[in-house]
């Protein structure tokens, strides 16, 4: 499970910073044989420096670093710091949005279990708004391990809806995923479930 609060904050008149925090809680059985893990895992920290308006032709885009912070517990991390540059596109034409995140983190320090890391995370989406808050989409969000050159690939496919919980503003979603190319051993498909908190201004 992913806690991921997403958050602008006013940097002038004409730029906002915005910051993405990705902490995973984790339980694992298994995976290491013969014992389970339960805990949180490395925290990936990300600021997006974004122009408050779109430009003339109704992009909007944000760029910045982003961490990687050793907070895994119970061998749930990799014991390194990481560091490397982040990007989002975004574009909405009518119904449709469409864009992509990236980020590239290489390890810049770490512990006695430091982990070489050089990592690319590339996600393209697309999505139609269908009406009355629901909306359908894909995303690929694909991952290229620069150390052991390989690719993990889910292929993600989505329904949400914007609703109110009493007077609190909320968006769910639900999902599949099909991995097209994992690790030895990895999953062929998964499902997901999502719920996001929503302040308007």
Same mark, same amino acid.
């Given at each position: 499970?992913?806690?991921?609060?997403?958050?602008?904050?006013? &940097?002038?008149?004409? +730029?906002?910073?915005?910051?993405?925090?990705?902490?995973?809680?984790?339980?694992?059985?298994?995976?290491?044989?013969?014992?389970?893990?339960?805990?949180?895992? %490395?925290?990936?920290?990300?600021?997006? =420096?974004?122009?408050?308006?779109?430009?003339?032709?109704?992009?909007?885009?944000?760029?910045?670093?982003?961490? &990687?912070?050793?907070?895994?517990?119970?061998? !749930?991390?990799?014991?390194?710091?990481?560091?490397?540059?982040?990007?989002?596109?975004?574009?909405?034409?009518?119904? +449709?949005?469409?864009?992509?995140?990236?980020?590239?983190?290489?390890?810049?320090?770490?512990?006695?279990?430091?982990?070489?890391?050089?990592?690319? =995370?590339?996600?393209?989406?697309?999505?139609?708004?269908?009406?009355?808050?629901?909306?359908?989409?894909?995303? !690929?969000?694909?991952?290229?391990?620069?150390?052991?050159?390989?690719?993990?690939?889910?292929?993600?496919?989505?329904?949400?809806?914007?609703?109110?919980?009493?007077?609190?503003?909320?968006?769910?979603?639900?999902?599949?995923?099909?991995?097209? %190319?994992?690790?030895?051993?990895?999953?062929? +498909?998964?499902?997901?479930?999502?719920?996001? &908190? &929503? =302040?308007?201004?």
């Amino acid at each position: 499970m992913n806690i991921q609060p997403v958050a602008p904050f006013s &940097l002038s008149e004409h +730029w906002n910073v915005i910051s993405r925090t990705i902490l995973p809680v984790v339980y694992q059985k298994d995976v290491i044989p013969g014992t389970d893990q339960a805990g949180i895992g %490395d925290i990936t920290q990300s600021f997006f =420096f974004s122009p408050k308006k779109a430009d003339e032709g109704g992009l909007v885009w944000g760029v910045g670093p982003a961490m &990687l912070l050793p907070t895994g517990t119970d061998d !749930l991390g990799a014991d390194t710091w990481g560091l490397g540059p982040t990007l989002v596109l975004l574009k909405q034409e009518g119904p +449709w949005s469409y864009g992509a995140l990236a980020n590239h983190i290489v390890d810049v320090g770490g512990g006695r279990r430091r982990v070489g890391i050089s990592s690319t =995370f590339l996600q393209p989406f697309v999505s139609r708004g269908i009406g009355q808050g629901r909306t359908v989409g894909i995303n !690929l969000e694909s991952t290229y391990d620069w150390e052991a050159k390989q690719w993990t690939l889910p292929l993600n496919v989505f329904y949400s809806k914007v609703t109110k919980l009493g007077s609190q503003m909320l968006s769910y979603q639900g999902g599949a995923r099909v991995y097209m %190319d994992t690790p030895s051993g990895g999953p062929d +498909w998964g499902v997901r479930f999502t719920v996001t &908190l &929503l =302040f308007p201004e």
